[in-house]
């Protein structure tokens, strides 16, 4: 017996050895090549996906082309080269031209007679080339957003990686569901610098969101240039919640932000916060005030002290001052004139006031959004209401024939914590943690209003408590993606054990785009946080 333990022994040191042998020697594993499309972590989900169970690999022979030789449309092709080419080194080119390509490339057409909508997009994939086809441009935006996802996580990554660059075969037909789609970001409470907006728009543009909304005046800062009344943004964009130093945008740094969001399919919609939310416009104007004294520029977080003194014509020529110069540099169709918690102002005199506002807008040709409680007013015709809080004015909204933006602040709100321990953000409406933030419908949520009145989604981040971008970002995602799905896909269609496993496997995805993300328990991320797989 002891002969054969020693043999045993032998011949497992022996197994031992070749065994290194061969992992050492073994070729590195390649990943595995994505061959089902249906089974891909598409955030929004798409309305239909056929897979065909093959795959196209990018190859350094690939180059996009797009139909005809429309600058859009090749704006758009270098848009997503310019996303592939950093992260593969395939130096794609953008060619335009009047057929579809031959074997190995993609192809970006416009087709008429689809039943696609302006924003709607169909997707071919197989192993021969990549065709995405659109109504509109927009369509074909959107469905590049689906492309950069059906790659693998590295492409988002801003260095060279390694290959191979393949997707998954078959075809995606998508259309949303609501014609709005975005987010808020309040650039008022804490100032964030041109760079930071347009990171801000490069992220909800991943996910296919269509607006974003710029809160660019409240008490605590002014944020826009405005050439009649210069003393708005000098002296009012001067500070910041915490008493930092602020700052605004100029006019011209405005329409680069427009411009930037243009390029992205987005919309802004720019709000000037009134009549309460105001102080720094009462800071720089001593005449905006009902006594004539100039108020203190504020530093705060407290809010609903401060009124525009809505009895005086002057109100009403700032009003029409500010409105007409941003109208003009906004393409847009929607100016935001606030209206929330003016606690200060009287309802009667609150009331002709946001009916008179109202018709400003309309005289710069442009349609009137405001918060909630402006539907305590009369609506005008292509007026907008953004529920935040009092259900009752949503439905009232409703009853005048208006339709509403849901962000409903125990849902949407993106400054509220995920829970008692997060870092930055406020509670007041709730803790949102992730699933909480994506468990919700906006045509069923309020009775009263259904989905035929819903203009849309905003998710909004209010910034009294962060002010650097990598904190927006950690209360932005993962929550962002989750809005961006409740906006397009259908109702039917989504549901959180679905799109939490889709969730998690964005998580290599945000790392590779270097976004600061809250690794949420509730979802199991396809890599640890800040360590790459
Ligand atoms: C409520 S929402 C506000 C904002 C605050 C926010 C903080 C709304 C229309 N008004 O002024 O920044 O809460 O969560």
Redesign the pocket.
């Known amino acids: 017996m002891p002969t054969l333990r020693i043999s045993n022994f032998g011949s497992a040191l022996l197994l031992l050895a070749v065994l290194t042998t061969f992992m050492a020697c073994a070729p590195k594993k390649s990943p595995p090549v994505p061959m089902d499309l249906a089974q891909e972590s598409i955030i929004p989900i798409p309305m239909s996906v056929k897979a065909t169970n093959s795959s196209f690999e990018l190859t350094s022979a690939t180059d996009i082309y797009v139909q005809g030789d429309s600058k859009e449309l090749l704006k758009i092709g270098q848009y997503l080269a310019d996303k592939l080419n950093p992260s593969t080194g395939l130096g794609i080119a953008v060619k335009s031209s009047s057929q579809a390509p031959g074997a190995g490339n993609i192809y970006l057409s416009l087709n008429k007679d689809g039943l696609l909508g302006n924003e709607g997009y169909s997707l071919d994939i197989t192993p021969e080339g990549v065709h995405l086809e659109a109504k509109s441009p927009a369509g074909l935006f959107m469905g590049v957003q689906t492309i950069r996802q059906l790659l693998p996580a590295e492409v988002e990554s801003s260095s060279k990686q390694e290959g191979p660059w393949r997707m998954a075969s078959g075809t995606i037909q998508d259309i949303p569901t609501y014609a709005v789609r975005g987010a808020m970001f ?1 650039v008022a ?1 804490h100032f964030f610098s041109v760079e930071d907006t347009k990171r801000f728009i490069d992220l909800i543009a991943a996910y296919k969101m269509n607006t974003m909304h710029l809160h660019l005046s ?1 008490d605590q800062g002014w944020r826009i240039e405005i050439k009649s009344w210069p003393k708005l943004a000098e002296h009012g964009g001067k500070t910041q919640v915490g008493g930092g130093k602020g700052g605004y945008y100029t006019q011209e740094q405005y329409k680069d932000i427009v411009q930037y969001a243009l390029d992205r399919y987005i919309t802004i919609i720019p709000e000037i ?1 009134m009549p309460g ?1 105001t102080n720094a416009a009462l800071a720089a104007y001593p005449e905006l005030n009902c006594d004539g004294k100039a108020r203190e520029l504020y530093t705060g977080t407290e ?1 609903g002290f401060s009124t525009l003194c809505t009895k005086n014509e002057i109100t009403y020529k700032f009003i029409d001052d500010v409105i007409r110069e941003l109208a003009a540099m906004t393409p847009g169709p929607f100016i935001h004139i ?1 209206g ?2 003016s606690h200060v102002t009287k309802k009667e005199d609150y009331i002709p006031f946001v009916n008179r506002v109202q018709g400003i807008v309309l005289s710069h040709g442009k349609q009137a959004i405001g ?1 909630d409680e402006i539907a305590l007013g009369t609506l005008k015709k292509g007026a907008f209401v ?1 529920h ?2 009092d259900v009752d004015n949503a439905v009232n909204a409703v009853k005048q024939g208006s339709k509403v933006l849901m ?1 409903p ?1 125990r849902k949407a ?1 993106m ?2 914590q995920y829970d008692s321990t997060t870092q930055w953000g ?1 509670h ?2 709730a803790y949102i943690e992730v699933d909480s933030a994506y468990i919700w419908d906006p045509g069923t949520l309020v009775p009263g209003v259904a989905q035929k009145d819903v203009l849309g989604i905003e998710a ?1 981040l ?1 910034s ?1 408590t962060v002010d650097q971008i990598e904190e927006v970002e950690y209360m932005v995602f993962p929550r962002l993606p989750g809005y961006a799905e409740i906006g397009w896909s259908a109702a039917s269609a989504r549901n959180w054990d679905g799109y939490k496993k889709r969730l998690g496997a964005h998580g290599p995805r945000f790392t590779a785009m270097g976004i600061n993300y809250y690794p949420s328990k509730l979802v199991d991320w396809k890599e640890e946080k800040g360590k790459k797989n």
């Open positions: 309040d409470r409240d916060d939310h809010v606030g929330d918690e918060w953004q935040w809080a962000s602040a709100y400054d509220m406020l007041w409406a909004p209010w009294e």
